[in-house]
């Protein structure tokens, strides 16, 4: 069955260095999510992917963050100058068809310790 | 803004048993989701119930959806070990952003 896979699984870095993480969403999929879940809360929305470009963003979303599709596989985030407090579980999700499918299937997650 | 918020958030029951998780929300919905996510690991999507649907089904879980209570259930009948985990609603209004609940974590015991 396919899923969205993500690499690494966790990823350690110093306050205010860049980090990328990456996702693999499922491969006929057209929308892609960023989420995230710091230890003990809710999963958050971060932003939303569509045609190449956001098609929705929360407002956690800001200008530290970025993402891109570099080609036709791998869809990515990054965080410029990371905070103590982005230490999180990012999640990438992704979903088939609008109007027939909403489910959205997530991978696995990068845990991101920030010291 | 809408919300899912599930209740109890924490259940503890025996194997065998069946466990129900209810879930409210703030605001209309397109879709409302359930997920499941072992300790420290990903999230599983279980079923996805519209709008307009009153019940849905698949293998052991059963999710009811009441809109005009803004509100909806998971039943896990016949629980296991195995389902010790959190179980999450998430709502959408048009097939984008997921808005989580914090989650009901649940403990099956053998």
């Known amino acids: 069955e396919p899923e969205v896979t993500q690499t690494p699984s966790h990823q350690v870095t110093q306050m205010g260095q860049e980090v990328i993480l990456r996702c693999v969403p499922i491969?006929?999929?057209?929308?892609f999510y960023w989420y995230r879940q710091i230890l003990g809360q809710k999963v958050e929305f971060l932003v939303s992917f569509y045609n190449n470009e956001i098609s929705e963003k929360s407002e956690i979303f800001d200008d530290q963050f970025s993402v891109e599709r570099p080609d036709g596989s791998n869809f990515t985030l990054k965080i410029r100058s990371t905070k103590l407090e982005d230490s999180a579980m990012y999640f990438c999700?992704?979903?088939?068809?609008?109007?027939?499918?909403?489910?959205?299937?997530f991978g696995p997650g990068t845990r991101l310790t920030v010291t | 803004s809408q919300q899912g918020e599930e209740d109890p958030q924490a259940l503890s029951i025996q194997e065998g048993e069946n466990a129900t998780m209810n879930c409210s929300y703030k605001?209309?919905?397109?879709?409302l989701q359930w997920y499941r996510q072992n300790s420290g690991r990903g999230l599983v999507h279980l079923i996805l119930i519209r709008s307009n649907e009153r019940e849905k089904h698949s293998g052991r879980l059963r999710v009811t959806l009441d809109t005009s209570k803004k509100s909806s259930s998971l039943l896990i009948t016949a629980s296991r070990a195995a389902d010790t985990a959190s179980y999450f609603c998430?709502?959408?209004?048009?097939?984008?952003?997921?808005?989580f609940g914090k989650g009901t974590t649940l403990s099956v015991s053998s």
């Open positions: 998430a709502t959408d209004q048009a097939g984008t952003a997921l808005i």
């Open positions: 605001t209309s919905i397109n879709n």
């Open positions: 999700a992704s979903q088939g068809q609008a109007g027939s499918s909403y489910e959205q299937y």
């Open positions: 491969s006929n999929h057209l929308y």
